[in-house]
């Protein structure tokens, strides 16, 4: 198939039935983290780059053959610049009643006629990397046309009217956003902004430029910053209930590595299981980190 891909694990999506609207490598970023590289086509109108109906052919097609928990927008580059875009979502919804997300970069939400695309999605995942324009032109290098504050408006309506489920997904790396200055920014955006959850994820592949992912301290950081919203999804780690685990050591190392935890929570969790602090000098990759007057806890 060209367009449909998968199901692929999703990080948030669980299997995700892919499309992808868009040629390799089309986008209005140039993020430092992509993993597909370096943006060769740059570009900020919207397009159409494919006939609309075979994309819709073989999503049908596929609905038919492979089960999914979502059937996701997302792919080669930024989906929004698909000027079908609301069209396929909509005939995607009258075949089908499994959930259509769309990944974007939330660069056009500004726009009315990419918001009403979108209306109809039952999921939307914008990623936020920044909130202040120098760390913006930094760590995702958009289009010259695009603002800041222009993206975050558009976030913030878009957030009043959508009427699906919508969270906001920051990439955290070290040394472009991971610092207290970027952190409050992004801060003070999501609380206009409102979204109904935040991940926080890190570089976990080969990016188009040599960077690396937030470490322990800048983890805590955004943790302590951004407040109890923040979900750090790994994908090597699933969903976590204590039940799910035979011992204290394999619990710590599942939450810590996913989530980390003030010494005051850690020490309630370990009472679940008849412990406390002290198993910590028995499980390896346990760091200790203070940040702001107050100890946390994460595996790495
Ligand atoms: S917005 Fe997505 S596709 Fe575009 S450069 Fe950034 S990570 Fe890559």
Redesign the pocket.
């Known amino acids: 198939m060209k367009f449909v891909y998968g199901p692929v694990p999703s990080r948030r999506l669980g299997r995700s039935l892919g499309i992808n609207v868009i040629p390799f490598?089309t986008?209005?970023?140039?993020?430092v983290?992509?993993?597909?590289g370096k943006?060769t086509d740059m570009i900020n109108e919207r397009r159409i780059f494919f006939p609309k109906e075979e994309i819709l052919g073989e999503v049908v097609e596929a609905i038919g053959k492979v089960e999914a928990d979502h059937i996701t927008f997302a792919g080669?580059?930024?989906p929004t610049l698909c000027k079908d875009l609301g069209w396929l979502i909509d005939r995607i919804k009258v075949c089908t009643d499994v959930p259509v997300a769309v990944l974007?970069?939330g660069?056009l939400l500004y726009r009315k006629d990419v918001r009403e695309d979108l209306a109809n999605a039952d999921v939307v995942i914008p990623?936020l990397d920044a909130a202040d324009e120098q760390t913006f032109r930094r760590i995702?290098?958009p289009h010259r046309d695009l603002r800041m504050e222009e993206i975050i408006e558009g976030l913030e309506v878009f957030g009043r009217e959508f009427g699906g489920k919508f969270y906001i997904e920051i990439?955290l790396v070290k040394g472009y956003n991971d610092d207290e200055r970027s952190l409050l920014a992004i801060k003070s955006a999501l609380e206009r902004i409102k979204p109904d959850g935040v991940y926080l994820l890190t570089p976990t592949r080969p990016t188009?430029l040599k960077v690396e992912p937030a470490d322990e301290f800048g983890i805590v950081r955004a943790h302590a910053i951004l407040g109890e919203v923040v979900d750090v999804v790994n994908p090597e780690v699933g969903e976590f209930s204590a039940e799910c685990f035979s011992s204290a050591e394999e619990a710590v190392k599942a939450l810590l590595r996913r989530h980390p935890m003030r010494e005051d929570q850690l020490k309630d969790f370990l009472k679940k299981f008849g412990e406390d602090l002290s198993i910590l000098e028995r499980v390896e990759g346990i760091k200790r980190v203070e940040y702001m007057g107050r100890v946390y806890y994460i595996y790495r």
């Not at 986008?27 to 993020?31: D, I, L, P, R, T």
């Open positions: 490598k986008c209005n970023y140039s993020c983290y992509c993993q597909l943006t080669e580059g930024e974007t970069n660069s990623s995702n290098r990439m188009a």
